[in-house]
């Protein structure tokens, strides 16, 4: 592929300078009207050495409101960002709607750089192309524009651009050694970047092959591409606008579902203080130990609880960080999101708050949002909620494929068991705080939460993150199932 | 100080239960009632090893809704952070209005471990006081209550709990060869603790010696003191909102102003195009070699723009950026606060943006909006604009006292010249969107703008952040002076 690209391709400076000024201005235009509806974008450059990107991308940016876009040049990963899977340091960059971020290199660094100097093990990048394409793929169907581009020069012509920055002094220090040893290894990047082309080109993030030995004909051709795919995006957004009624059927199909998870629960299961309090105070003690064992083995862990108003969410939670170092854990809690969140994909913020390597976060209520309160509130279309059970999936899947242990609970009562706790904390001056209209509210949607739940179950059990349900009428037992649960399941890994 | 303190304070196991378990529903009030009036809690804990931070925290926080804090243990700075001046890490984990951060471990890290440890020289270390005086001092008067916990043990007691530790397999990795070496330091440390509580002891982030030597009696110590102080910011606040008519005048007092700085200003001053475009081409090239040499270097640069609508600052940025490496500098658009950035400190958000070391941040417009636009058009109160001053001048010290380079320009231009550019923007349509209604209701208001620019630039011109005026009715000019400015200021720290 790569080397049948007609590197020839050239544009005189005349041509260039009236065209260039034209795509200058309706670039500035195109970005404002994008702003306007909203629309995020994303841009990435990638390429050789000294093919251009750098050079290329800032004669982009100089037609740019700067008030509108972010640049982010990638390099190795620093320490914060190697405790995390590597797509983190990418998702909490990703544009808010309206706005621009241009990457210069990019998550390919993954099957580019690190696959050829072998800093990963091929069955560690060869997952990337998966995890890379759930991400593009996941914020395209959010609207994102994602316009990604690979500047194209030969290796002699690399050679000889080197020698011409070698000949000044001050741009001798860009040819660096590894320059050099990338230079030598040019075939072998090359079997790399036509694999990473071949398997990341996909009709919501499309490769553009930018022929860059001549850089005007190389300018020209990323300034029409970002203009063109602005102008289509625009057009398709505006026209969707203008519809009487949008599109309001999913496009989503999914399976039917099993029969309900929730009406098997055994809910009669209890314990007596005697034994709650001797496990109680068993595996708090073991809990620490696993703490710090989990953190000299860089092992994050990642424990996440679902369940309905009044199951007991926070008192397990208590429970389970009563006799831990504070600086080893951290309690996410979840509440409606503020507006900088809003205007990012939904998943953005929790992939701001995942745990880095060694350290245990605790989700309280989490990503699961968009399939419980905002599809029952019609908080999200039906469209995106039925697309969030495999962009969930695909997350989990990627926390997973780093390392994370990932334990998920849902805790269940029953709605005579609600009804109880609600009272009961209606009559408590200090426990009142907790109940408010919303909780009633929600109540008298139990059935609709129930299906919400029945499906959320079913759809997102899967084998390296299955869900655990903890039968919550007898809070005893519940907290003491939560302890042991976590313990037996961090064990495995440590 | 600390030599004199009464370690033998006790309280027994009865008296303790019923003591803390009133505590812990009294501070789960309290936290709401703080987050209901929107009050920020600054909670820091400092003391010896051994003497129990971690576990009084953890205690403190579970009595807490975990919704309204957050918990950051405080490690060495890592690369990024060391990359920034000292108080940048902890500046963008202030906490936002109604919540609460607590540190183990703080800022005073730096006048601690690092002076006794001599990481830092004495000329450094000993200039942390003044910087953090001034970071408290600024949060308090934004309504931050902080308080400052040290947790005092004798040497002895330390060893005793060092050997305990050692004793059991699961705690003994807490004893590091480094918690020896400052138990060995001890009294080098004691020197550096009694000389920090004696400097930043203040009114408004007073210190608590909290004697740990009885572990009980250390918890109810720091229960009733977080207490109380809450206690008695709640009552201020709820004091202030019931008066009826809120204390207008400002409390600060501001020397009178000198003759207008703006009258003075040469706006005759021009340039050739001819001349424009060969200083241009130098500069430029200039500037991709200065940025190359200040990355090497590590050397932090900051370049500020202000100005009136339509003097030209998105031009001169531009002319500066043209041949710059999009890598090494980023632009920082300054528009009106978003929801997070609005329930934070306003020095927060440019806290946030500050450049690392080795990078060019360019801000158009900046922190210097509290002074002019926020006090012209009453966006805060007479007593935060003044304050405003001595608060800029603290940051800027703090910046300097890094290591950067920072400039700051004002863009002058006459009111003539604004009319003739706004009616030139109207008529251009790639320009038209440029120009804004608002911009039309500032120039109203031009009087004002120009007493408080007058002001400002009285105010903060300093020693180490003096402004630079541009005279800018003359473009070429303008840009010209912009960039010969940069040049040869970046130069002298080259």
Same mark, same amino acid.
């Given at each position: 592929?790569?080397? &049948?690209?007609?590197?020839? %391709?050239?544009?005189?400076?005349?041509?260039? !300078?009236?065209?260039?000024?034209?795509?200058?201005?309706?670039?500035?235009?195109?970005?404002?009207?994008?702003?306007?509806?909203?629309?995020?974008?994303?841009?990435?450059?990638? $390429?050789?050495?000294?093919?251009?990107?750098?050079?290329?991308?800032?004669?982009?940016?100089?037609?740019?409101?700067?008030?509108?876009?972010?640049?982010?040049?990638?390099?190795?990963?620093?320490?914060?960002?190697?405790?995390?899977?590597?797509?983190?340091?990418?998702?909490?960059?990703?544009?808010?709607?309206?706005?621009?971020?241009?990457?210069?290199?990019?998550?390919?660094?993954?099957?580019?750089?690190?696959?050829?100097?072998?800093?990963?093990?091929?069955?560690?990048?060869? &997952?990337?192309?998966?995890?890379?394409?759930?991400?593009?793929?996941?914020?395209?169907?959010? $609207?994102?524009?994602?316009? !990604?581009?690979?500047?194209?020069?030969?290796?002699?012509?690399?050679?000889?651009?080197?020698? /011409?920055?070698? %000949?000044?002094?001050?741009?001798? @220090?860009?040819?660096?050694?590894?320059?050099?040893?990338?230079? /030598?290894?040019?075939?072998?990047?090359?079997?790399?970047?036509?694999?990473?082309?071949?398997? *990341?080109?996909?009709?919501?993030?499309? @490769?553009?092959?930018?022929?860059?030995?001549?850089?005007?004909?190389?300018?020209?051709?990323?300034? !029409?591409?970002?203009?063109?795919?602005?102008?289509?995006?625009?057009?398709?957004?505006?026209?969707?606008?203008?519809?009487?009624?949008?599109? %309001?059927?999913?496009?989503?199909?999914? &399976?039917?579902? $099993?029969?309900?998870?929730?009406?098997?629960?055994?809910?009669?299961?209890?314990?007596? /203080?005697?034994?709650?309090?001797?496990?109680?105070?068993?595996?708090?003690?073991?809990?620490?130990?696993?703490?710090?064992?989990?953190?000299?083995?860089?092992?994050?862990?990642?424990?996440?609880?679902?369940? @309905?108003?009044?199951?007991?969410?926070?008192?397990?939670?208590?429970?389970?960080?009563?006799?831990?170092?504070?600086?080893?854990?951290?309690?996410?809690?979840? *509440?409606?999101?503020?507006?900088?969140?809003?205007?990012?994909?939904?998943?953005?913020?929790?992939?701001? %708050?995942?745990?880095?390597?060694?350290?245990?976060?605790?989700?309280?209520?989490?990503?699961? $949002?968009?399939?419980?309160?905002?599809?029952?509130?019609?908080?999200?279309?039906?469209?995106?909620? !039925?697309?969030?059970?495999?962009?969930?999936?695909?997350?989990?899947?990627?926390?997973?494929?780093?390392?994370?242990?990932?334990?998920?609970?849902?805790?269940?009562?029953?709605?005579?068991?609600?009804?109880?706790?609600?009272?009961?904390?209606?009559?408590?001056?200090? /426990?009142? @705080?907790?109940?408010?209209?919303?909780?009633?509210?929600?109540?008298?949607?139990?059935?609709?939460?129930?299906?919400?739940?029945?499906?959320?179950?079913?759809?997102?059990? *899967?084998?390296?993150?299955?869900?655990?349900?903890?039968?919550?009428?007898? &809070?005893?037992?519940?907290?003491?199932?939560?302890?042991?649960?976590?313990?037996?399941?961090?064990?495995?890994?440590?």
């Amino acid at each position: 592929m790569l080397e &049948k690209v007609d590197l020839s %391709k050239k544009i005189e400076k005349a041509a260039y !300078k009236s065209l260039i000024s034209d795509l200058e201005v309706k670039l500035g235009e195109l970005q404002r009207q994008a702003r306007d509806l909203a629309i995020p974008v994303i841009i990435v450059f990638e $390429g050789w050495e000294a093919s251009g990107k750098a050079t290329a991308m800032n004669h982009l940016i100089l037609s740019l409101d700067p008030r509108g876009f972010n640049v982010y040049p990638v390099n190795p990963p620093t320490e914060e960002e190697r405790f995390r899977p590597f797509l983190w340091r990418f998702w909490i960059k990703t544009p808010a709607r309206g706005r621009m971020a241009l990457f210069d290199k990019s998550w390919y660094r993954r099957v580019l750089v690190e696959r050829v100097d072998k800093i990963l093990k091929k069955k560690d990048w060869s &997952k990337s192309y998966d995890e890379i394409r759930f991400f593009e793929r996941q914020l395209a169907e959010d $609207g994102n524009v994602i316009i !990604k581009f690979f500047l194209h020069i030969s290796k002699k012509e690399q050679k000889k651009r080197f020698k /011409k920055l070698l %000949k000044n002094p001050s741009t001798a @220090w860009r040819v660096t050694k590894e320059a050099w040893r990338h230079h /030598k290894q040019y075939e072998k990047y090359l079997v790399a970047a036509e694999e990473m082309l071949a398997k *990341t080109d996909t009709d919501y993030a499309p @490769w553009t092959l930018v022929e860059a030995q001549d850089r005007r004909f190389a300018r020209v051709k990323i300034f !029409k591409t970002v203009a063109e795919a602005l102008e289509n995006k625009i057009a398709e957004v505006r026209d969707l606008k203008a519809r009487d009624k949008p599109a %309001k059927s999913s496009s989503v199909h999914l &399976k039917s579902l $099993g029969s309900s998870i929730l009406d098997k629960v055994d809910l009669s299961l209890s314990l007596k /203080k005697t034994e709650y309090e001797k496990e109680l105070d068993r595996y708090q003690k073991r809990l620490r130990e696993i703490e710090h064992e989990a953190y000299t083995k860089r092992l994050p862990i990642l424990l996440l609880y679902e369940g @309905w108003d009044a199951a007991g969410k926070g008192g397990v939670i208590k429970r389970l960080t009563r006799s831990m170092d504070p600086r080893g854990y951290e309690v996410v809690p979840t *509440t409606a999101p503020n507006d900088v969140e809003k205007v990012h994909h939904y998943l953005w913020r929790f992939w701001n %708050k995942i745990p880095k390597a060694g350290h245990i976060a605790i989700f309280d209520r989490t990503w699961y $949002g968009r399939v419980l309160v905002e599809r029952v509130e019609g908080f999200c279309s039906e469209e995106e909620w !039925k697309r969030a059970y495999r962009e969930i999936n695909e997350m989990e899947e990627s926390l997973v494929n780093f390392g994370t242990v990932l334990i998920k609970f849902w805790l269940q009562i029953d709605k005579d068991e609600q009804l109880k706790r609600f009272e009961a904390r209606q009559k408590d001056p200090h /426990k009142r @705080w907790k109940i408010t209209e919303e909780d009633w509210r929600n109540r008298e949607k139990w059935d609709e939460y129930k299906e919400a739940v029945d499906e959320m179950l079913f759809r997102t059990s *899967t084998a390296y993150a299955p869900w655990t349900i903890i039968e919550s009428n007898s &809070k005893y037992y519940a907290r003491i199932k939560v302890l042991k649960t976590v313990v037996k399941e961090v064990e495995k890994h440590l």
